[in-house]
Structure formats: C-alpha cells, structure tokens
C-alpha cells in the first residue's frame, strides 16, 4: 500500500472529495487517471548532476591496515564524497578449501565534468585520484592500485518520489472497498 499511495494525501482528498460530489462511477474513473499521472511522477528520475565512479581494488585489508572497517568520507565543494568497504570471497567456485580474496570495493563522486568527459580510462583516473590525492589514507592508496579500465563511471541519478506518510489508512480500504464494490455490480449486470 505504500508505494502506491504514499506521499498522495492531497490528492486523495481530491479524490474523495470528487467521489462525494459525482459518485463512485466517475470517482473510479478519475482515480484511474489519477494513477496513471501519479506513476509517472512518482517513478521518475532525479538527475544528481555528479559523476559515480566505481572501482574494486586489489589491496588486501592488511594493505590498507583500517582492519576492516568501511567508511564513507564527504568533502566540500564538487558533489566530492568516497566510500570503501572491504570484501571477500571464494577464489573460484571450485575451491571448496575455502581459500578466499580480498578486495576493496569503493566508489567516488564529483560534479568535476573534466574528469568525466575525458575519454581515456588512464588520463580519467589519473584526474580523479588528483582531486582526491589530499584526503585521509587509503582512499588515493584505492583509486591508484585499482586498474584504469576497470573504473567503472556512471552519471547520478536518484528516483524522485514523494515520501509523506500514508495517513489514514481507513481512507484507502474505503476506495478499495468501493473499486471490488463496483466491480461485483459490473460483473452481476453482465450476468443478468
């Protein structure tokens, strides 16, 4: 129920509102269209206007000596952040000795648009790891031990919606109620 109705108390007041002055036949019909118009908003995308990039470093958790502690880190300026986390897992599915890899994988934003245009995957990296080159270990340590055409790079983006609460939850079993309501007296008119 919440991701279909959450964050549409307004218009469900509309909705209700409708219904009391035309009766349900239109209030049903307006509802539909009210959906349609919502999904399209409610599943719409957010452009974040930085750059994501993602990289898995081979650097052990003994190469980075933090002792398997992930961290995020934010900057100012530039949509800069960083983040790593360490990870295992089994070398290969055949080994059933339990032999293990170790990696870091971490990701970089910036709204920097000269790192991300520029084409060449070492002259990129190479840009990125200069505008972080200043902050804490071992995040110039991951970028740089971490091969240039495996940086993966993608544009920002989050899905816009709208989170207020669902606040009467009675409103809502109401409108379904009357939906199966006027779908029994289609269904019983067809029958007669």
């Known amino acids: ?3 279909h109705y959450a964050g549409h108390v307004a218009l ?3 909705w209700k509102k409708m219904k009391e002055s035309n009766g349900s036949k239109v209030a049903l019909q307006q509802s539909k269209q009210w959906e349609h118009e919502q999904h399209d908003e409610t599943n719409s995308i957010d452009d974040r206007k930085y750059t994501v990039f993602r990289g898995n470093s081979p650097m052990t958790m003994d190469d ?4 398997d502690v992930s961290f995020q880190t934010w900057g100012e300026g530039n949509s800069m952040r960083f983040a790593a986390l360490s990870m295992t897992y089994p070398k290969s599915p055949c080994h059933l000795d339990g032999e293990r890899e170790e990696k870091h994988v971490w990701f970089a934003t910036t709204s920097d648009s000269s790192i991300a245009s520029n084409r060449d995957p070492k002259e990129r990296k190479r840009l990125l790891l200069n505008s972080f ?4 270990d071992p995040i ?3 970028i740089n031990s971490t091969p240039a055409h ?3 790079m993608e544009h920002g983006v989050a899905h816009k919606h709208s989170v207020a609460p669902v606040f009467n939850l009675n409103e809502i079993l109401k409108y379904e109620r009357t939906v ?3 779908k029994k007296d289609k269904e019983l008119k067809m029958f007669n």
């Open 133 to 136: 080159e200043k902050w804490h």
């Open 150 to 152: 495996q940086i993966l």
């Open 64 to 67: 980075v000596g933090m002792d």
């Open 180 to 182: 199966e309501d006027l």
């Open 140 to 142: 110039a340590q991951l």
């Open 1 to 3: 129920l919440r991701s």
């Open 12 to 14: 469900k007041s509309q």
